[in-house]
T-cell receptor, first 113, second 115 residues
Framework: EDKVVQSPLSLVVHEGDTVTLNCSYE??????LLWYKQEKKAPTFLFML??SGIEKKSGRLSSILDKKELFSILNITATQTGDSAIYLC?????????????WGLGTSLAVNP | DADVTQTPRNRITKTGKRIMLECSQT?????MYWYRQDPGLGLRLIYY???????NKGEISDGYSVSRQAQAKFSLSLESAIPNQTALYFC??????????????FGPGTRLTVL
């Protein structure tokens, strides 16, 4: 059965800390991996990763994919209270036109001042 | 203006009532999705549609139905609402022809409470 597992489930840090969030997957046919940030309401798109070893960056956030070991990490440096959110990982299977995302349960990050 | 909109944003209803949640998008995407989100269960797919004539069941379609009225509109109905359908409902859109990805873009969500 295809699945996506995120760890840790929750994390509490202080402003300025660096955090690493993990997403591992077992998917029959892998196409891409997506990271989303969910604050109070809808998830907002962060990154899409398709190739191993190529880091995607956006400000203090970065992410990389390892297709051999079947995982991705999301790094946040110099965390701020505005980074507090649930971070969701999803995998897009490569199953022709019938591609439904497989979601992890998310990592809840709390950044304290 | 938001690209993906949902109405209503909040709804409280009683068991047995028929409820319709609506989703509209201005992104020009062919694919639309309905999810529900419950604490500890993540996002679960209810129905999805890859074009106006295409409707597919997701993981948890029982008790729900959908209608794709146009490329831009996808509505979700609860024919007879029950309390365990209390959840946060999201609509999303995607189109792999745009940028070669299938990234999904979410609406703001509808919080539904069934008493």
């Amino acid at each position: 059965e295809d699945k996506v597992v995120q760890s840790p489930l929750s994390l509490v840090v202080h402003e300025g800390d660096t955090v690493t969030l993990n997403c591992s997957y077992e998917v029959t046919n892998f196409r891409s991996l997506l990271w989303y940030k969910q604050e109070k309401k809808a998830p907002t798109f962060l990154f899409m990763l398709t190739s191993s070893g190529i880091e995607k960056k956006s400000g203090r956030l970065s992410s990389i994919l390892d297709k051999k070991e079947l995982f991705s990490i999301l790094n946040i440096t110099a965390t701020q209270t505005g980074d507090s959110a649930i971070y969701l990982c999803a995998v897009v299977p490569n199953a022709g036109n019938n591609r439904k995302l497989i979601w992890g349960l998310g990592t809840s990050l709390a950044v304290n001042p | 203006d938001a690209d993906v909109t949902q109405t209503p944003r909040n709804r409280i209803t009683k068991t047995g009532k028929r409820i319709m949640l609506e989703c509209s998008q201005t992104k020009g995407h062919d694919r639309m999705y309905w999810y529900r989100q419950d604490p500890g269960l993540g996002l679960r797919l209810i129905y999805y549609s890859f074009d106006v004539k295409d409707i597919n069941k997701g993981e948890i379609s029982d008790g729900y139905s959908v209608s794709r009225q146009a490329q831009a509109k996808f509505s979700l109905s609860l024919e007879s609402a029950i309390p365990n359908q209390t959840a946060l409902y999201f609509c999303a859109t995607s189109d792999p022809r745009q940028g070669g990805t299938d990234t999904q873009y979410f609406g703001p969500g509808t919080r539904l409470t069934v008493l």
